[in-house]
């Protein structure tokens, strides 16, 4: 039986908002320090020069599908073979940053390190990575966590930046697209896809995400942007596309800070 405690996803609960409230006391004791490395920088969530440099943007030429960077530009509108042989759910897949030594950090600082202040940076420069997705979008949908594993975190980590990319898009006025919490559902809790292989991710998700009735209209016929922090095999987000889709969405794209471009080099 699930819970009926009402718990907001973007939002953690109070004992770690006191620490948002004391972050102005502790900064003028103690100096802001990079995310990534923990080394002084001049102004809060910022990275220092080092870290900066070692961030690792994504930008075209990369595959039209699945937003994975090329080596070479081989032309406009040209598929990976990955997209080619084994196609997703999803139409598109845009990230900000390769997920590498400095994009894991700031990740796990993020999620596990009560620093909510970088949700505006990373939402920020997804925003500017998913420009073309936002632009045609009719609202983001985060990736939902079990409620159990919310409880522990204390908040959703997709939802906090699908709220700041909104944020992001409307300040710049390159779009205004909404975020619903409700529309997707984590219906069991899984095992941890750290470790896993591709097909025991694929397996281990399957049929964990579905659409409650009551959002059902929050999702025909409209085009959704599926929001989480990092990709790596794509089984989370291609599951969740394939509920949405089935719910009556029209299209479904997705839009995430990292992506695993070598898996093998690479695990999360």
């Known amino acids: 039986m699930e819970s009926t405690t009402a718990i ?38 910022g990275l220092c020069a080092t870290c900066w440099s070692r ?37 598109r897949a845009r990230a900000a940053v390769r997920f590498d030594d400095v994009a894991r950090s700031l990740v796990h600082a993020f999620k596990y390190g009560d620093r909510l202040d970088l949700a505006p940076t990373l939402g920020g420069w997804m925003a500017s990575a998913g420009h073309e997705l936002l632009a045609d979008a009719d609202a983001l949908v985060p990736v939902p966590l079990h409620w159990r594993r919310l409880w522990a975190r204390r908040f959703n980590q997709s939802a906090a930046l699908a709220n700041a990319i909104s944020a992001a898009a409307a300040v710049s006025a390159a779009a205004n697209v909404p975020v619903t919490t409700t529309a997707l559902k984590r219906t ?26 009551a959002a059902r209209a929050e999702i025909v016929g409209r085009r959704l942007v599926l ?29 995430v800070f990292a992506r695993v471009v070598d898996a093998v080099r690479l695990p999360i």
Not at 23 to 36: E, F, K, N, V
Not at 240 to 252: K, W
């Open 188 to 213: 069991r809790a899984t095992r941890s896809q750290v470790g896993l292989s591709k097909s025991e991710r694929a397996q281990n998700i399957q049929g964990a995400f579905r659409v409650p009735a």
């Open 55 to 91: 961030l690792n943007f994504i930008t075209r030429p990369y595959c039209e599908r699945l937003g994975i960077p090329f080596a070479f530009d081989p032309g406009p509108g040209i598929l990976s073979m990955q997209a080619i042989a084994d196609p997703p759910a999803y139409t």
């Open 227 to 255: 929001v989480d922090d990092v990709l790596t095999s794509g089984s989370t987000v291609d599951a969740c596309a394939r509920a949405l889709l089935r719910a009556g969405a029209t299209q479904v794209e997705v839009l």
């Open 8 to 45: 907001d996803p973007a939002r953690p609960r109070r004992r770690w908002r006191l620490t948002g409230l004391l972050r102005p006391l502790l900064d003028i004791g103690l100096p802001p320090l990079c995310p990534a490395c923990r080394e002084p920088v001049r102004d809060a969530g």
